[in-house]
């Protein structure tokens, strides 16, 4: 991801200024459902991953729920999604590859243009790559599987480890928490499951990248992140698609235990493409002294709703949500988090940055919650937005409910535009008004870019400037 | 039930009988609406309370032209000044604004002609006097350009029944308006409310809403800035005790360039209250130059009582300062052991730091009179 080198004409100028992932390659598939979904389908993807019957019903009791389950009436439009013109499964190579050289040609030269196999030598200390329904190369370094360490993709953790993941599958994020949440549980395939030692601290990311190459693709990849105790780990995603005039659909559910005194930072850069309506659960369970950390960026998609969430079940657990959302042409971005303060002394922080521009629309929705019982808690919300021009819009929901009085909350937002001083001093210093207004809302996301990687906070700077190009004129 | 319907005007009937289809229709609302996920109705039918007129009492007798008085008079004696407003700012489209539209007894009409200062404040109190009735109370304030008047309402009830409101407030180019409700209400008394405001070109309003009690208590409140250089100040204070439940819905809607709204809420929340504050400010396209504020600030005195801000801004403007804020927090142990280790008892340093909890709501009244009117509200409740 951090290195993308692309002749000009893999460069497609698109609404968001250039997205440069917006190439597509003509790899053929190895197997796939018919388009659309029904019981049927569900049952021929458990068969075909050779599923125990447990996985099996599980994923048909959830499909079920998802036929009944009414669409959410609030946030996005998402009466456009046409179910039936979707491919719900779709297996691009018989086997994963342990090497990115096993990879079919157009493949591996997708993972190469998005710089995957040059950051894993560098700084990750393991990498699953994602091609549409199946994980395709995974590996993870040799003394991190000596210690226990487990990295594998969803379907492998489920063949390998059937009882841990039995015992945690589905108990944070359960398959009737919302309609796409209960399409995940249905028609879930891929994803990262992950399991570090009690002690062990992981100091290198593991990273997740996520592909989507084919037209009207859903990927529906499932991540289940177990740390144990005193354990640390950071695992950091990407996602990318081509463009194409119709839409792709991206459903995923990430579920995360932190046992006692953990700490797990979960670090996405969304940028799909503006043609994939992105609808994603993600949710944590921090126990006592744990510490869970989402650092969410919103880049991509057409729409986005997501929301991570950290349930803090333990005394002296603390969640951490960073999100920042940039929506520009025809995009809507609703994100957010949503914290809830189930034990005495737990703390936290929500921090959002959003930025609008080319009549995009950004909106901040969060839950602030504070259960009876949690006494001595104390959380700070802090939700800035940034407009660009008058086409844009943003909103902000950040519902709050406190059911106890030792507490102490607070909850703070402003919109404001780039300050005419702002631009003025740094034009007279040089810069043109473009270059200034990038500088301007690069240091405006600054509370979360510094809390990214240094590779991954000049590519979230370089995604910015990219998206600022033809912002002033 | 409304004695007058006979010798009512046709336009008055006419709009009673829309409403009264509307009304129909309307289901009472449930959870699953969004506007009243915190509040539940459950077992409320309003249709269980027999229509009773209470008592209403209007004191004020202004000079130069003004109209102050009771709304049902009115109708027969100024209908000119009633029919080209009534019903033009709150719409009756919702179900407990449509029923008041349709079965509205009395209220008040407050109309204030252009350039008139109407003086010393204007007072209505209400009370709803016998068990178990329904009381449909109605108000319009007109002032004209550049009027000036201030209007104090209370609302009580000694006993338990379901109060319907509906106030609509017009404000137009130049003048200012100043208006308060008080509710003081049995702990079972339901109150379901629709005030709103158009504020016109650099007219202001200022609008003062004290909560001491009710259950299940419901109020919107809108601001509509219609025109630039329009100004509204909105501020709320709200003390529960037992099982009371308040909850509000407010809007600052900036149609126009150059507006200000600001608002505060505050609130002292004890035994098992619980208030709901979802404040929206919306910021229309093209409404530049907007600076809008709004915050809910909550204090609870014991573990059992909840408090639920939702804070919410809808921006489509981008030269604009827009702010809110909201806090939940309990009293400072330290406040208290300061106090205490200056003589007073455990309940004399409560009440201190709650009536200084207060003391910011009351700095932001500008008239004396009124914010000596609201502090002996405060001080009767808090005891």
Redesign the interface.
Known sequence: MAKTDLTPEETQATALGDYKFGFHDDVTSFFRTRRGLDEDVVREISAHKQEPEWMTEYRVKAYRHFVERELP??GADLSVIDFENIYYYLKPVEEQAKSWDDLPPGMKETWDKLGIPEAEKKYLAGVGAQYESEVVYHNLQKDLADKGVLFLDMDSGLREHEDLVREHFGTIIPYNDNKFAALNSAVWSGGSFIYVPPGVRVELPLQAYFRINAENMGQFERTLILVDKDAYVHYVEGCTAPIYSTDSLHSAVVEIHVAEGGRCRYTTIQNWSTNVYNLVTKRAVAEKNATMEWVDGNLGSQITMKYPAVLLKGQGAHGEVLSIAFAGKGQHQDAGGKITHMAPDTTSVITSKSISKDGGQASYRGLLQ?N?GA?GSRSKVVCD?L????D??????????????????????????IGEEQLFYLMSRGLTEEEASAMVVSGFIEPITKELPLEYAVEMNRLIQLQMEGSVG | MVSSTATEPAWLAGARDAARATYETLPVPTNREEAWRFTNLRGFDPEGFEPHPGTLTIEGDPAGGVAFGSLARMVAERPELIEPHLGSVVSGDEKFAAGNAARWADGVLLHVPAGVEAGAPLRAALELTAEGTALYHRVLVVLERGARATFIEEFSTAVPGYLNVVVELKVADGAHLEYVTIQNHHPETRQFGTHRATVGRDASLEWIAAAMGGTRAKSRMESYLADRGASVKVTGAYHLTGREHVDYDTTQEHAAPDTTSDLAFKGVLDERSRAVWRGVIRVDKGAQKTDAYQENRNLLLSPDAQATPIPGLEIEANDVRCTHGATVGQVDAQHLFYLMSRGLSRREAQHAIVRGFFEPVLERIGSETVRDSLAAALDARIG
């Open positions: 009436r609030w504070v009876d006494t937005a407009i660009l021009d008058e844009s819009r943003t909103d902000t929901y950040p519902y709050i409910d406190i059911k106890e009085n030792a507490v102490d909350i607070g909850h703070e937002a402003t919109v404001s535009k």
